[in-house]
Each structure stands twice: as C-alpha cells, then as structure tokens.
C-alpha cells in the first residue's frame, strides 16, 4: 500500500508515516475531550474561597445591571415605573439570579402576583395597579424541573411544562414557566443530550474554565513555595557521608549547626571549622512574573474578560490604554442584555409596566443604558458634532435653503441632547419658555428679520441668509407661556 493510499484510508488529513503523525502512534492521538463535571459542592468551594472562580462569576453579572435601563415614556410615567422598580427591588433580584444563575447554571425570579394556582400560565392582562406583591429569586438547586415541552407550537418548546419548588428531597409546588424569568448561565447545545439535574437548565460558566484556574492557581501557589527557597546556605563537611551512620555523629551535627545558625542570627557572624566550606545560592525571579501573567491571560481569555477589568491591572505595553479591550467586552455585555436578558424579562417587564401604571401605554419601552462612560472631552467633541450638523441642516452657513423645517430640526435636537445629557436642564427650559414650534411669530418681528437681511448701504452681504435672520430672530424672543409637551426623559 502506497502513502498516499494509506492517507486515503486512514482519512483525509494530515499524515507522516516517519514522524507517526496522523497514525495510531501519534502521541495526540490519545486525547480526547471529556466532560469535567463539578458537583455544588465544588462549585460553592470555588465561590467562597478562591478569588478568580468569584470574580468571573460576580463581575459579567454586575456589569451588566449596573448602568441599569432607562425608561422612554412621559415624564410622570417614569418616575412611577422607577418607583416600582425600587419598591420591588427589581435590580437587585435580577443582579441576584444573574451570579446564580452564573455559579449554579441556572436561576429564576418567581412573579408573585397572589394567584393561588401558580400551575397555571400568568395572564398578564389581569395584572392591575401595584399587581406585583413580591419577586423571590430561585436557584436551580430549589427547582426541580418536569416533563419537556415537545409540542412545537407551543412558546415553551424545548422547556420544561412545569417547575417544581422543592425542599430538600420533598416538592412543595408545581410553578408554570409563564411565572418565572428564567437565566443560564452557559446555554446547552441540546437538551435532548443533557440530564440528570441540569435538564432544562444551562451550565456553570466555571466548568469551563476550571482547568484555566487550576493552573494559574497552581501556577501561583508554586512560585510562593519558591520564595522559601529563594537563598539556600551550602555547608561542605568533610567526611560527612562516612559519618553519618553514627547516631551520636549526627547528634552533635545537629546540635553544632543549631548553634551556629543561632550566634548568626545573633551576631550576624557564622562560625565554621577551618576545613568546612560555606556558600549561599539565589534563585532568580526575574521570569517568573511573565510564566505567571501568561496563565493568568489564559484564564482571562477563557472567561472572555479583559484582563484589565478581572485582575485590575493596567494595560500593558507602550501607548496601551485598554481601552479597545473593555469596549469590545462592553458591547459583548449590551448584545448579553438584547439578546437573553430582554427575552427573558420581557414577560415580568409588561407585568412591571402594569403594575406600576394600572395599564400598559403602547408607546412605553425601555434601552439598556449604555455601559461605556464618555469623557467630558468626547462628550464636548460629540456636542460641537452635533451643533455643527444642526447648522449644515438648518442651512445657515450659506445661500442654500434648510435640508427639513427648523421647527422639526429644534425638536429633534432636544430630544437629543436631553437623552445624552448634554445640556442639564434643557427639559425643564423648554418646559418653561415653550419649544420653537409653539412660538408664533408677530408682524414686528418678522418685519425686523427682513430688515436684518439688509445690508447697510455701500456694504455686502457675507455669509448671512434669510434662513440665517430667521433663525436668530427666532432664538431671541421673549419667554412665552408655560408648555406641556410630551417629552422624552431618560
């Protein structure tokens, strides 16, 4: 058999018959992926008393309800929705089922809204004002899953029909899913692989990354031991081998030892037989550090969190800021929140929205806020930005007439630099004097931005436009009355 018809048999890869690659004699060819299943107790070990297996469970979790949501709807409609949200501790229990949902592989917030057949689905509609009496976070150790839902029309497909809440071995109620939002940790690729206790739930995001931490653990706890180690002191004897069979020998070895060490540690001088010979070695550190930043990269890496964000250190090399690393965790957390949190929440948040404001406003949502914090240097450059594209659009730099009327130009404007908070009290002015659009213009007024058009006698008109006198004309009237528009606060 030729090689290549070997290849051919043995499979399409690779293969080297003098180096036995590719071949049952292949050193890799005798490894393989195994599951490293982590029992709670384990687990719980992890948690409480090693800091790396903490932080990557606590620190994703944290992230990503610390700058929390922000409400679009009418200005008394947030503070209500805001207030529901304190009454029932809502950031709190979702921070809560986050880590242990993280920890465990799974977690979920129980909706109480006082029904008493909590096995049947919730009817949203039916929740009123203040409808939501409690939120009681679950972990999977307290849930106990049932049947799985096969009917592919069903909107719990592949989900178990009922949760059910038990203490310790004994099941004290069947829960609906409809009542619960439910979190993962790392999701399962099949369900219909899984089984045991994390049927119909996910994975710990430490089972992943266990063997990372071990070796950085590991890694650690063996350049501690080395600085022990770090000056070892020499002493030759002579005839020390041929002596030492002798008990009484090896007595007064020790003891003369003993106390030259101590007139050392006294005297800071060591007294020695002529014929004995002493010397003192170092161990060099001096690459270690990199050995141990290299593991803890690998570990950093395996929980996909900047090593600048888990380890709290700054970002290394020249001109590096790290920037690029935390924003790109930052968007991975905002597509975290859009894509499983927001389902996830989506059946407590229209109950939440009732709750707080006895029905549900169609035109009521929320936007995650956003996890990056601008400068104040960015936020002025964003500012000049958009000033500068106001004025291209009004048409005030030149001849050209407005791309879109002033009014709805002024309008967009202040909905925008209200939602990035560019301008602190901008709301609350245009609430007082009233928006461009709702002031009307009088005769003497309009008479006085076409006399401002005009160039004095003998003189040319520069860079000043009929758009241009209008618009400033406008800007420099007086107050009006009060306003009630229909805003947009964040």
């Not at 003098?18 to 490894?31: C, H, I, L, Q, Y």
């Not at 930043?293 to 709290?312: W, Y």
Request: no cysteine; net charge negative; charged share 25%.
């Amino acid at each position: 058999m030729s090689v290549v018809q070997f290849a051919r048999f043995v499979g399409d890869s690779l293969t080297n018959l003098v180096s036995r690659m590719g071949t049952e004699r292949d050193k890799a060819s005798s490894s393989y992926y195994g599951l490293p299943l982590l029992d709670d107790g384990q687990l719980l070990n992890a948690y409480r008393g090693a800091w790396l297996p903490r932080k990557i469970v606590d620190i994703p979790a944290f992230d990503s309800v610390r700058a929390w949501r922000d409400w679009q709807a009418d200005g008394d409609q947030i503070e209500k929705i805001e207030a529901e949200e304190k009454r029932l501790n809502l950031r709190g229990k979702v921070l809560e089922a986050r880590v242990k949902a993280r920890l465990w592989g799974g977690a979920a917030i129980h909706i109480g809204t006082g029904d008493q057949n909590l096995a049947a689905p919730l009817n949203v509609d039916r929740v009123g004002l203040a409808g939501i009496r409690h939120l009681t976070v679950l972990s999977r150790r307290q849930l106990s899953v049932g049947e799985i839902e096969r009917d592919v029309e069903s909107e719990f497909y592949g989900r178990p029909k009922v949760y059910n809440l038990t203490a310790g071995d004994k099941t004290m109620v069947a829960i609906h899913p409809s009542r619960l939002v439910i979190f993962t940790g790392n999701a399962q690729p099949d369900v219909d692989l899984v089984g045991g206790t994390e049927l119909g739930w996910g994975d710990s995001v430490l089972l992943s990354v266990m063997d990372a931490i071990k070796q950085a653990d590991g890694t650690s706890a063996n350049i501690a031991s080395l600085v022990f180690e770090a000056k070892i002191d020499i002493i030759r004897v002579p005839n020390f081998m041929a002596n030492l069979a002798d008990a009484a020998y090896r007595a007064k070895l020790l003891e003369r030892y003993t106390l030259a060490n101590t007139a050392k540690g006294i005297n800071g001088t060591l007294l020695l037989d002529k014929e004995e010979e002493y010397e003192t070695k170092t161990t060099s550190f001096a690459t270690l550090p990199d050995v141990l930043d290299r593991f803890l990269q690998i570990v950093s890496g395996a929980a996909d969190i900047p090593a600048t964000r888990l380890l709290g250190q700054s970002p290394a090399g020249m001109n590096a800021t790290g920037e690029s690393d935390l924003r790109n965790y930052y968007d991975r957390l905002s597509s975290m929140q859009e894509l499983e949190m927001t389902p996830a929440m989506q059946r407590l948040d229209e109950v939440l929205i009732r709750s707080a404001l006895g029905a549900r406003p169609e035109e009521v949502y929320y936007d995650w806020a956003p996890l990056w914090a601008l400068s104040d240097k960015e936020k002025a450059d964003i500012f000049k930005t958009k000033a500068e594209a106001a004025r291209t659009i009004a048409g005030t730099g030149g001849a050209s007439p407005p791309l879109m009327p002033i009014e709805a130009l002024s309008d967009s404007l202040v909905n925008a630099f209200v939602q990035d908070g560019s301008l602190p009290g901008l709301e609350g002015a245009i609430e007082e004097y009233g928006k461009l659009s709702e002031q009307e213009e009088s005769e003497e007024e309009l008479q006085a931005a076409a006399m401002a058009q005009q160039p004095p006698a003998g003189q040319e008109t520069r860079g000043a436009s009929v758009d241009d006198a209008t618009f400033r004309g406008r800007s420099q009237k007086a107050p009006r009355k009060r306003a009630q528009p229909k805003g947009v606060r964040s």
